[in-house]
T-cell receptor, first 115, second 111 residues
Framework: EAGVAQSPRYKIIEKRQSVAFWCNPISGHATLYWYQQILGQGPKLLIQFQNNGVVDDSQLPKDRFSAERLKGVDSTLKIQPAKLEDSAVYLC?????????????FGEGSRLTVL | QKEVEQNSGPLSVPEGAIASLNCTYS??????FFWYRQYSGKSPELIMSIYSNGDKEDGRFTAQLNKASQYVSLLIRDSQPSDSATYLC???????????FGTGTRLKVLA
């Protein structure tokens, strides 16, 4: 079974530039999550989708971050304009169940460096 | 108050000892509790889940849950150097529908 796919794995940009990350969850997984993990910290939930609807985006900085989940499958997370503090690993995860319990399956992450 | 709190460590234990990792959470209606292991530069992977009060054992790992005290712990018996990693506590609750992680505890098992 194919895992969660993310791209790109690494991205280096200058502040005020834009960047987009892509995620393809495990086939059949209804729930998709984007987390931001800054070095030395735990993953911070940015946005959670159930199929193509948003369950929670309370910690998404909406003035610069946006995310969408096309047709309830793939998802894209965009940052525009980027700030230095956005340097982090962006983790995409999916789960089989609905909005509730169960294991999260993570992709390998997209490491962003903002200079 | 943070939603899920862990001691960041590092927690150092000798090989063969028991490592005890602790986590507290703030949302009383939390229903599901998870321990993930994250090696440096890698993504988290699930090692234990627990949903009801008491203990749950899986091999060398035991998860303990006390909902009244809003406390969940992970015990690792016969710790091995390969157990050296960051252990993340995660909580899900029907009140928020959010899957929230703690900051993680870094464990070092000394050979």
């Amino acid at each position: 079974e194919a895992g969660v796919a993310q791209s790109p794995r690494y991205k280096i940009i200058e502040k005020r530039q834009s960047v987009a990350f892509w995620c393809n969850p495990i086939s059949g997984h209804a729930t998709l999550y984007w987390y931001q993990q800054i070095l030395g910290q735990g993953p911070k939930l940015l946005i959670q989708f159930q199929n193509n609807g948003v369950v929670d985006d309370s910690q998404l900085p909406k003035d610069r971050f946006s995310a969408e989940r096309l047709k309830g499958v793939d998802s894209t997370l965009k940052i525009q304009p980027a700030k230095l503090e956005d340097s982090a690993v962006y983790l995409c995860a999916s789960s089989l169940e609905g909005v509730n319990t169960g294991e999260l399956f993570f992709g390998e992450g997209s490491r962003l460096t903002v200079l | 108050q943070k939603e899920v709190e862990q001691n960041s460590g590092p927690l150092s234990v000798p090989e063969g000892a028991i490592a005890s990792l602790n986590c507290t959470y703030s949302d009383r209606v939390s229903q599901s509790f998870f321990w993930y292991r994250q090696y440096s530069g890698k993504s988290p992977e699930l090692i234990m889940s627990i949903y009801s009060n008491g203990d749950k054992e899986d091999g060398r790992f035991t998860a303990q849950l006390n909902k009244a005290s809003q406390y969940v712990s992970l015990l690792i018996r016969d710790s091995q150097p390969s157990d050296s990693a960051t252990y993340l506590c995660a909580v899900w609750g029907s009140g928020t529908y959010k899957y929230i992680f703690g900051t993680g505890t870094r464990l070092k098992v000394l050979a």
